[in-house]
């Protein structure tokens, strides 16, 4: 059994990230001066000495996802940093306790390339693989991508993506941008011509044409340069149109600060087409790669984009699809294939890549220069060259929001787009092609955009629209369908002109899930789908806000939420992909961001060790009382304490307590308000409150315990008290309740046990969204490294709840843990794959209290909601992770006992017969067999599924019964036993009635 550090020493560390797990075995000198990022996985034995002083915290850095083999050994007195996803082989040693300017043994000089020396000490860039028995000395740096050989001695910086071998370690390849080889270097000569043909001609240029947006521009760049560096497969251009604002200033500081980075200003204003043209002709990259200055880079996708570009070297286009997220790169040809899958997302500037060679190739690439379209037509002018084209479905980008009244809405949507298209028919598209995009562009973009437009009041031209739809729709057979919806609207638009004030009106107001009284919303900000957010009385929120409600559902509840009398100054953002909530009395600052979707890296490209697509469930809570400072970021699933103040500037990446401040990035706790001396205390002086580190107070938890509930009050406290008074104070778990909008006294109930036990979270549904979704949504709120479902008429047995706790600890590497309560021998037990699952559980892997699952598989599912209206798609999570982690864990134990709230709220029929095997045959041939679902079909009939009809039946259980016998016809009638336990089914009816 592998055994890792304790809780308690992970706790000494500077940062001990999440899903991060650390062989026993090794020894770490100073690990308050270490920092280990989430994802890492390091095999003993190893050895950590952090020399340096406590001025330079941390001083051993290990980034996210880095893997270490065993035997590895680190001193470090200045620094030595790991990038993400670094690959360390066994008995690497590394040091950077003397600068070498010589070989330490030969004495000879070390071979100098033109490169800037990481001061300071050891760096190793993302990606990169360190072999077997490596030495690093001195103040070094690796680059991204690069690998050293085993055995090697490095004694001077390695360029990013080379290998490097010998002793002292010389480049012996050199990854060639323009030909997408790796390419033997024989000689130091050799590596620096190579080197500076790279530079000259990069993977990737990222072009971005820019005009008076400097704050955003900033933002766009340091979500490049966050990620890229000096990385020398990448250039950065930046086009200044003349802007009269701070944008050269930031722009040349950039500039200045990144050799890989250039900006040209123009001396006058040429207009925005002509500057995407000019700076896509100053490139110099094998593709070229346009970049809004007001979208942002997801952090960890830019180097997965150099992966798809090395890989697709032959696309003339490359498509980043941002509307679709999984992931799913390929490669298609032809101009009518590209237009079925990017539809009008193809004039998106961010999402093009284009490949320089082809570019040039364009015979007239100025042509529709002037149609704000122009990227469009370079694009299928290109596919007419070249027809291979590459998709990649990665939400790569964040936006700003920044709407435009350069351009007319329609004539841009209805004549560019389609004359552009026009020009290609015959030369790669059909008619058939021209007018089925034509109908769903109007129907999926330009309707609802001209809604939301209207709605919103954004700064967009929108005059003559009608006009000049009927222009190009006026033969189509849907013409007086959409006309009726565009005039609709275009009345609503002139009404809203007519009534406008410096607060949005009433008819605007009308459109949200609920506006309340006397609260002012200035009429210069904006909102994404208003029907999603509900304002409280006497909120005000003053210019150029953004309320985006990323992602819609059917759910009817809002998903931002503001309380009364809220006050909100100038540049406020909100985005919500899942629920972001401001209870009453907050008060932020300007320019304070707040996002529910947390922008780590989640994946990382393939360079040695590739990470996989993780979603976000985020949700965040703004307690009562609460103060925002100005320019403070809130991102990722953040719960702020009551009365608790964040400082300006601060970025809050953890959970803050009740009346506490923190400052920072990340934000810390700098003063917590003491009652017993009712006054606020320095951190720097004991309180009885404990440890005042946001990060050591609030790690990740082991264990979730999640308890959705509806109405069962007493249930709900005799459930709490049982798991609660079990657990010792220093227990890593939490408890969540999820009150499906209940009408008892469920919320004094939970209440009264969070004012004794800190780690009961509760949250409450505006309104009841069904047992199934509340099980989901409490799933998502979850932050230890394994969740626990638990019913809330199941109570857990005295002494079982740490034993089960040390359970979880054994087993870190098993995606499901199973409690099978119906046999007592206490026999623990790890098998593998989704059959040994099914005959381990058979239909009691429905049973949500005896199901533990690891989130970080649970977040690898790709569809997770697709059973979800089952009653049992808690079932179906539980066979999707075996598919991508087969070690699971059975628990012989009946920890839980139950009394007896007969099954209300479904059909049992319908889920016990139905659900049940629907999903049982959704997973034939992904892990389970033919014969394995039909021998689970017979097995659960017999030993479950006639007892408890048969229990139904006696005790008289309101219980939905209806048609359980047709229902059982339905899916046994080619059963050899049909006859028989049809008989039993129509007996136990029988006696019921004659009772």
Not at 597 to 613: C, F, N, S, W
């Amino acid at each position: 059994m592998t055994c890792y550090i304790t809780p308690e020493l992970a706790a000494r560390f500077h940062q001990f990230g999440s899903n991060t797990f650390v062989q026993s075995g090794g020894t770490f000198h100073s690990p308050e001066q270490m920092a280990i990022g989430h994802g890492v996985f390091m095999r003993a034995p190893y050895s950590l000495n952090a020399a340096g002083s406590n001025n330079r915290l941390p001083v051993i850095q290990l980034g996210d996802g880095c893997e270490i083999n065993p035997g590895m050994e680190i001193t470090a007195k200045n620094q030595v940093k790991l990038d993400r996803n670094v690959l360390i082989g066994p008995h690497v040693y590394i040091s950077d306790e003397v600068n070498i300017t010589a070989h330490p043994t030969t004495g000879a000089p070390i071979p100098e390339l033109p490169l800037t020396k990481h001061e300071g000490g050891i760096y190793i860039g993302e990606g990169a693989w360190i072999g077997a028995n490596a030495v690093l000395l001195g103040h070094v740096s690796i680059g991204t991508g690069s690998v050293v050989k085993p055995n090697s001695v490095v004694l001077h910086d390695v360029p990013d993506f080379c290998v490097v071998s010998g002793s002292p370690a010389a480049i012996v390849q050199i990854y060639e941008a323009s030909s997408g080889s790796w390419v033997p270097v024989s000689d130091n000569e050799q590596a620096k011509e190579l080197l500076c043909a790279r530079r000259r001609q990069p993977l990737l240029s990222i072009c971005i044409p820019t005009f008076n947006r400097a704050p955003h521009l900033e933002h766009c760049l340091e979500s490049i340069y966050s990620q890229v560096g000096n990385n020398e497969l990448i250039e950065v251009i930046v086009s200044d149109n003349a802007s009269t604002d701070a944008t050269a200033e930031i722009a040349n500081r950039f500039a200045t600060r990144y050799t890989n980075m250039r900006v040209v200003r123009n001396t006058e204003n040429i207009g925005a087409d002509p500057n995407i043209y000019r700076v896509m002709n100053l490139a110099q990259g094998k593709f070229i790669k346009l970049q809004g200055d007001d979208d942002f880079y997801v952090d960890g996708t830019l180097l997965p984009l150099l992966h798809v570009l090395h890989s697709h070297g032959d696309c003339g286009v490359v498509q980043i699809f941002v509307r679709n997220g999984d992931g799913r790169i390929w490669s298609d040809v032809g101009m009518s294939v590209y237009l079925d899958i990017t539809s009008i997302y193809a004039t998106f500037i961010t999402s093009i890549v284009l490949r320089r060679e082809d570019l040039e190739r364009v015979e007239e690439p100025a042509l529709f220069l002037q149609s704000s379209f122009n990227q469009l037509y370079l694009q299928y002018a290109i596919l007419e060259k070249n027809p291979r084209f590459c998709i990649m479905n990665s939400c790569m980008f964040t936006y700003a929001g920044i709407s435009s009244d350069e351009y007319n809405f329609g004539e841009v949507i209805f004549r560019s787009y389609q004359s552009i298209l026009q020009h290609f028919v015959g030369r790669g598209l059909t008619p058939e092609d021209i007018r089925k995009e034509k109908k769903r562009t109007l129907f999926e973009y330009a309707i609802p955009w001209f809604k939301h437009i209207i709605a919103t009041g954004m700064l967009a031209d929108t005059t003559r629209f009608e006009d000049i739809y009927t222009e190009h729709y006026h033969d189509e057979p849907y013409y007086e369908e959409a006309l009726a919806i565009i005039t609709a609207h275009s009345t609503s638009a002139i009404e809203r002109r007519r009534c406008m004030s410096l607060s949005i009106d009433p008819q605007t107001a009308a459109a949200f899930h609920h506006f309340g009284e006397d609260s002012f919303l200035d009429i210069s900000g904006q909102f994404h789908h208003p029907e999603k957010i509900s304002i409280g009385s006497r909120v005000s929120i003053r210019e150029y806000y953004w309320l985006n409600v990323i992602e819609i559902d059917t759910r009817p509840h809002p998903k931002i939420i503001i309380g009364d009398g809220c006050k909100c100054e100038q540049g406020l953002i909100l985005s919500a992909l899942n629920r972001i909530e401001l209870g009453p009395n907050v008060i932020i600052e300007p320019r304070v961001y707040i996002s529910d979707t947390d922008h780590e890296y989640r994946q990382i490209g393939k360079p040695v060790k590739a990470q996989g697509l993780i979603e976000n469930w985020g949700e965040v809570f703004i307690g009562e009382g609460v103060r925002i400072g100005a320019g403070a970021v809130i991102a990722g699933n953040i719960r702020i304490g009551q009365g608790s103040i964040v400082q300006p500037g601060s970025v809050v990446e953890q959970d803050v307590p009740e009346q506490c401040v923190v400052s920072g990035s990340p934000a810390r706790i700098i003063q917590i308000y003491e009652p017993a001396l009712d006054k606020w205390v320095d951190v720097g002086r004991k309180t009885d409150r404990g440890d005042t580190d946001i990060t050591a107070q609030k790690r990740p938890p082991l264990l979730s315990i999640c308890i959705p509930t509806y109405n069962r009050s007493a249930n709900l406290d005799r459930c709490l008290g049982a798991i609660l008074n079990q657990l010792k104070e220093d227990a890593p778990v939490e408890v969540l309740v999820s009150d499906n909008a209940s009408t008892d006294d469920t919320a004094e109930v939970v209440q009264r046990y969070a004012t004794r036990y800190p780690c009961l979270k509760y949250f409450r549904n505006n309104v009841n969204i069904g047992a199934d979704r509340n099980i989901y949504h409490i799933m998502r709120l979850a932050k230890g490294t394994f969740v626990k479902m638990q019913g809330d008429d199941d109570y857990c047995v005295e002494g079982t709840l740490m034993p089960l706790i040390q359970v979880v600890k054994d087993h870190p590497e098993c995606g499901i843990i199973h409690i099978h309560v119906h046999n007592n021998d206490r026999r623990v037990y790890t098998a593998k794959g989704a059959q040994a699952f099914l005959e381990a559980s058979t239909i009691m892997s429905t049973f949500i209290s005896g199901m533990i699952l690891r989130r970080e598989d649970l977040e690898k599912v790709e569809q997770p909601t697709m059973f979800l209206d089952s009653s049992f798609n808690q079932m179906y999570l539980q066979y999707a992770i075996l598919m991508k982690n087969p070690t699971f864990c059975v628990v012989n134990w009946s920890m839980f006992y139950y009394e007896g709230n007969p099954p209300l709220g479904y059909n049992f029929g319908e889920v016990v017969f139905r659900s049940y095997q629907s999903i049982l045959r959704y997973f034939i041939g992904k892990g389970l067999t033919e014969d394995s679902v039909r021998a689970e079909k017979r097995r659960s009939l017999y030993h479950y599924i006639l007892p408890w009809y048969r229990g139904i039946i006696a005790n008289g259980y309101q219980t939905n019964t209806n048609q359980f016998e047709e229902i059982f016809s339905e899916h046994y009638q080619d059963e050899p036993y049909y006859e028989q336990v049809l008989s039993e089914i129509r007996s136990i009816k029988a006696a019921r009635q004659s009772g």
